[in-house]
Structures are given as C-alpha cells and as structure tokens.
C-alpha cells in the first residue's frame, strides 16, 4: 500500500480539512451570514452560474496511485472544470500530437501577467499552455479536421477515460454564459490570428473564431466533483494510467510535462510562492476547484468557491499549506 496506515493520515486530512473550514481568527464578515469567516471571500461573479455557488461549499477527495479513496465535505457535489480544463487538454492533445509539435506554437514560461491579458511571448506565442491564450491555441490543436461534435465528443471521452468512470458532464448554461461575455477571449485570439499563433491546419483561418472558442467554452463547462478530479489527479500522479481502471490514458511524457507546467504556472500568479511554499504541481479555476498531484503518490481534490486575490481557492490554498505542515510531500522535503 502507498500509504500504510490510512486511517491515521486519514484522521489528520480530516483535521486539516475541518480547520480550513472556519477560521478562529477569522477578521471578515461573511457576506451571508454575518459571522465572522475568514476564507469568505468573493465567489467569482462575471457569470451567474458561478455568482450563485454557495461561498460555505467546501469538499475534498483524495485518491491513491492504489486506488485507496477518501472524501469530506462536499465531495459529491458538481462545478465546472474551467480552468483545471487547461492542464488536461494540453495532456491530451500532447497525447496525441507528441509535446514538441504541440510546443512550436505554445510556450513553457510563466508569464507574470493575469490569466487573461493580452499577450505573448518574444517569440510572438502565448507564453504557457495554462494562461487563456495557450489554452485556446492548444485547443485548436484537438482534432482539426473534425467536425465541432466529434471533437467534442474526443474530448469527453478522453476525461472520462481520466476519471475511470466517475462522473464527467457538460453545464450547459455555464457555456452559454461565458459565451456570452467572453469578449476579452475574443479579442485575445483575433490578436493571436493576427499573428499567426494558430497552426495552419486550424480551422480558425477559414471558418473563423467562434466554433473555436466554443470548443474552449465547452471544455471550460465540463462538470465534475471532488470525488471524481481526484481520479483525474491521480491519474496524472500515476503517469497516465487511470489507477482504478488500470488504463492507460495520457502518454508518460505528456504527463511528466503538464506536471512541470502546472509546477511553475498553474496557480495563476501565486504559482511562484505556491511551488516555493507548498512544492507540488497543482491548477486551479475560477468556479474554486483545485487539484494537486503528489507524484507516485496521489492526487487531491479541493473545491470551494471564495477566491483569493490572486484567484485560487481561499481553503485549497490554506489546505496545501497545512498539509505541507503535516506531511513531507513538498518535492524537496528528502533533503
Ligand atoms: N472561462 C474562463 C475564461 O476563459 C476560465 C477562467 C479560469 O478558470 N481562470 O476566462
């Protein structure tokens, strides 16, 4: 067993868990309830889908290399991926197409600028696969020459693959809704069509960017819970081989490489103090999911929709924390 007495660190996730649920400390009013509650903060509001999610909703699933499963809280309880979306679909598309391809066109280096600026890279390429304009450029690279319903159906397929068979849906209203108000992706991607950051195989040239940006939207608004990301985390932990199907699901390299990106950019600009402070490869999203990868190990799911200022869950964040407190599993905790 990969760890061997699991109803000891069992017991110790619960506490850790529990103490980032409420803070003694807490300074601010909850905006719903009047108490004091430290981690209330602002639940992501530039859609409604996401303005309503409850700022009390807190679960976490674990989910050993093994196959050993631990939930608390709201563990069942269903969001949407968005930006957690980035990691897989560039572990996907790498799966595919081979990472040296899919790099010619997308870079490795945080970029120190907000998920969503309009930017590039020296080289005129989005800076990294897990900033909006990467991920939209990676997104282009799904099965080019396919029609708009069998990339997606590709893609569902592939994450349900990932999740070895918990449950993977589509918020259709989330879709419509960042459709909606998803000029600033727009006018990201008109400037990287200027520029020619698509591939040249991409149907963004003919056809134009909207069935593109779907795509992006859609993934986006793939629906899931704790208890199933952290399949999906463990998958990444276990090289790609879902650990409860024993499926081989994402190729080793692509793995290893979504892990070094989601080391040095998943945490949007918090990713520098979070590899230095908690030393794991781990993405976040707006909707307040997180899922971090103990490599050989584990993989971890947190949800909770307050955000911190940087845009990472409030309790995610001070849940790696603690645990890091608890437990060697920072990447250089051996020394
Ligand atoms: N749908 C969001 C966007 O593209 C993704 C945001 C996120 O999770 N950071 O703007």
């Known amino acids: 067993l990969i760890i061997p007495s699991?109803?000891?660190?069992?017991?110790?996730?619960?506490?850790?868990?529990?103490?980032?649920?409420?803070?003694?400390?807490?300074?601010?009013?909850?905006?719903?309830c009047d108490l004091q509650y430290l981690f209330c903060r602002e639940v992501a509001s530039y859609i409604p889908q996401l303005a309503r999610q409850s700022p009390h909703t807190w679960g976490m699933s674990i989910c050993t290399i093994d196959g050993q499963r631990f939930s608390l809280g709201d563990s069942k309880k269903n969001f949407c991926l968005q930006s957690v979306s980035k990691a897989?679909?560039?572990?996907?598309?790498?799966s595919e197409i081979g990472s040296h391809v899919l790099h010619q066109y997308v870079g490795h280096e945080p970029s120190g600028r907000l998920f969503n600026e309009i930017c590039l890279d020296s080289n005129n390429m989005p800076h990294n696969p897990l900033i909006n304009a990467g991920a939209i450029v990676v997104t282009s690279m799904i099965k080019p020459t396919h029609s708009m319903a069998d990339r997606f159906d590709f893609m569902l397929k592939q994450y349900r693959k990932l999740a070895g068979g918990g449950h993977v849906g589509f918020d259709n209203a989330t879709f419509l809704s960042e459709r909606d108000t998803a000029d600033r992706n727009y006018a990201l991607s008109y400037y990287m069509k200027e520029y020619r950051c698509f591939p040249d195989e991409s149907q963004v040239y003919e056809k134009g960017l909207r069935e593109e940006l779907d795509l992006y939207f859609q993934l986006c608004s793939l629906e899931t819970n704790c208890d199933t990301a952290a399949v999906m985390a463990a998958t990444l932990a276990n090289g790609g081989i879902c650990p409860l199907t024993t499926e081989k699901c994402l190729g080793s390299r692509p793995c290893r490489d979504i892990l070094s990106l989601m080391y040095s950019c998943g945490m949007y600009d918090y990713s520098g103090k979070f590899a230095f402070q908690v030393g794991l490869p781990a993405k976040s999203g707006v909707s307040g999911i997180m899922i971090v990868v103990i490599p050989n190990v584990m993989?971890?799911?947190?949800?909770?929709?307050?955000?911190?200022?940087?845009?990472?869950?409030c309790r995610g964040v001070a849940f790696c924390r603690q645990l890091i407190d608890q437990f060697n599993f920072h990447n250089y905790d051996s020394l």
């Open 6 to 32: 699991w109803l000891e660190f069992t017991q110790m996730i619960d506490t850790i868990f529990e103490s980032c649920r409420e803070s003694k400390e807490g300074e601010l009013l909850c905006f719903y």
């Open 88 to 94: 897989f679909n560039y572990a996907i598309v790498a």
């Open 299 to 313: 993989g971890i799911a947190l949800y909770s929709p307050p955000l911190d200022k940087t845009g990472n869950s």
